[in-house]
């Protein structure tokens, strides 16, 4: 099965293991994958995350450790894909949007990588708009 969008089904699979309350989740794992997790970690919506290579089959495989609250309140609340590879989103560095106001995080892919909505903004770098977090 070939997967025309990749970082919805990581957005999709997170999404779905938080509000299921599952402690890790497991995907095919890539650079990019790599660095948005690097980033949700970093923002404090995930507890950690590991690439590995299984030996059974090809491809490294990315586990992600959700973070909830002592009371089993999840880290994030909603997730969304902006740019999709039917419909490429990009924004200018002074049209990048908020989210939530600030509470949440629009995650960039610039030329210099993926940057949240703050660090693109202080680069002054546009870029297209991978996903939000909040």
Same mark, same amino acid.
């Given at each position: 099965m070939?997967?025309?969008?990749?970082?919805?089904?990581?957005?999709?699979?997170? +999404?779905?293991?938080?509000?299921? %309350?599952?402690?890790?989740?497991?995907?095919p794992g890539s650079k990019v994958k790599e660095n948005l997790a690097k980033i949700l970690e970093k923002e404090g919506f995930i507890a950690g995350y590991?690439?590995?290579d299984a030996a059974d089959r090809?491809?490294?495989v990315l586990e992600?450790?959700?973070k909830y609250s002592p009371t089993r309140q999840a880290a994030i609340n909603g997730i969304q894909?902006?740019? %999709?590879p039917g419909l490429r989103v990009y924004r +200018?560095?002074?049209?990048?949007?908020?989210?939530?106001?600030?509470?949440g995080v629009a995650v960039l892919s610039t030329s210099k990588g993926l940057m949240t909505d703050r660090e693109a903004r %202080?680069?002054?770098?546009?870029?297209?708009?991978?996903?939000?977090?909040?």
């Open positions: 070939s997967m025309s969008d990749p970082i919805a089904d990581m957005l999709t699979r997170i +999404r779905n293991a938080s509000s299921a %309350k599952h402690e890790k989740v497991l995907m590991r690439m590995s090809p491809g490294s992600v450790t959700l894909r902006v740019s %999709k +200018r560095a002074d049209a990048i949007p908020r989210v939530l106001g600030g509470l %202080k680069a002054h770098m546009g870029g297209e708009v991978i996903c939000y977090v909040w």
